[in-house]
């Protein structure tokens, strides 16, 4: 069974940074482009970023390029966002998916995708 498990949302206020962690398990993961998706409150899922199964390509939005890092480590199957000087326009859940592309989709429409961490950009 395929699991993604997204954390270290929070509270921060403008400026601020956050590292978001996404843990995966049953596939492959060194074989697999991943991405990270976030979704407001009563809008679309937004494309955030992607990177391609051996990180060694890296796409981002054009709202969080110069601020946003993705990564991952293949040996640990892990996933992360690095997320420096943040807006309050950057407030959503954030989903970690499986699948690489730089367009906005519904997150069903990722090979699979996890439960998200909320991150809320507030002063």
């Known amino acids: 069974e395929v699991q993604l498990q997204a954390s270290g949302g929070g509270l921060v206020r403008p400026g601020g940074s956050l590292r978001l962690s996404c843990a995966a398990s049953g596939f492959t993961f060194s074989t697999k482009g991943m991405s990270w998706v976030r979704q407001a409150p009563g809008k679309y899922p937004n494309w955030v970023s992607s990177v391609s199964n051996s990180g060694g390509t890296t796409i981002y939005a054009d709202s969080v390029k110069g601020r946003f890092t993705i990564s991952r480590d293949n040996a640990k199957n892990m996933l992360y966002l690095q997320m420096n000087s943040l807006k309050p326009e950057d407030t959503a859940v954030y989903y970690c998916?499986?699948?690489?592309?730089?367009?906005?989709?519904?997150?069903?429409?990722?090979?699979?995708y996890g439960q998200g961490t909320q991150v809320t950009v507030s002063s």
């Open positions: 998916a499986g699948g690489y592309g730089d367009y906005d989709r519904p997150l069903e429409h990722y090979d699979f």
